[in-house]
């Protein structure tokens, strides 16, 4: 057996280039398809667990290519900065949202759930809102060519909590191609990750 819903974004950033692409709209206006909080896996049949897919999860500078920074549009509205490998992202502009993710291949011929987990802590502020409808800060999957995706289906996702491991899982569709796996920050005041993880579970067909 061999081994992302988000709309497109107007301004992808991969440090140290800026590409500009089409306009962008809210990143949570779609409700996510296929996310949930981890338990337990609900495949069928036999399944390997794979390891880390992630590169770069400790976001080393010598490494950074595999980390791509995209927002909703204009001014660069978000910085990141690295400590000890933990990644804080913050506010620093009019901005709604931005992503921090990388692109992971996927060959998926049978049942299959990618599971992304990390260890966050926040400092997300939601007040005044930025715009008219409900912001979160945490985990992002999106699985091409489908519509699944996940930004921040999980909790605590807004306000003020230390830290946390979080964990969501999406069903990945046979023959998908890859996923855009990260962070995403919609509020003002800090996110911080570390030690993120990408698994895909992969079972037997039962047919």
């Known amino acids: 057996m061999s081994l992302s819903k988000f709309p497109p974004v107007s301004t992808i950033v991969m440090l140290p280039l800026v590409v500009t692409l089409g306009c962008a709209t809210n990143p949570s206006q779609e409700p996510a398809v296929g996310a949930t909080i981890i338990d337990s896996p609900s495949l069928a049949g036999e399944c390997i667990t794979s390891e880390n897919l992630l590169k770069n999860p400790d976001f080393r500078a010598s490494e950074q290519q595999h980390w791509l920074y995209s927002q909703h549009a204009g001014e660069t509205s978000f910085n990141t900065q690295v400590d000890d490998g933990v990644l804080e992202m913050f506010r620093t502009g009019p901005e709604p949202w931005?992503?921090?993710?990388?692109?992971?291949?996927?060959?998926?011929?049978?049942?299959?759930?990618l599971r992304?987990?990390?260890?966050l802590k926040g400092q997300v502020s939601f007040d005044p809102p930025e715009h008219d409808w409900e912001h979160h800060a945490g985990l992002f999957m999106q699985v091409k060519p489908s519509s699944k995706s996940s930004?921040?289906?999980?909790?605590?996702n807004r306000g003020v909590?230390?830290?946390?491991?979080?964990?969501?899982?999406?069903?990945?569709?046979?023959?998908?191609?890859?996923?855009?796996?990260?962070?995403?920050?919609?509020?003002?005041?800090?996110?911080?990750?570390?030690?993120?993880?990408?698994?895909?579970?992969?079972c037997e067909d039962p047919d």
Not at 116 to 119: F, V
């Open 98 to 113: 931005m992503i921090y993710r990388q692109r992971v291949p996927l060959s998926v011929d049978g049942p299959a759930k």
């Open 116 to 119: 992304l987990t990390a260890d």
């Open 151 to 156: 930004a921040a289906d999980h909790t605590p």
């Open 161 to 202: 909590w230390d830290w946390q491991e979080v964990a969501v899982e999406l069903d990945v569709p046979r023959h998908s191609t890859h996923a855009f796996v990260g962070f995403t920050h919609q509020g003002g005041g800090s996110l911080w990750a570390r030690n993120p993880s990408l698994v895909l579970i992969a």
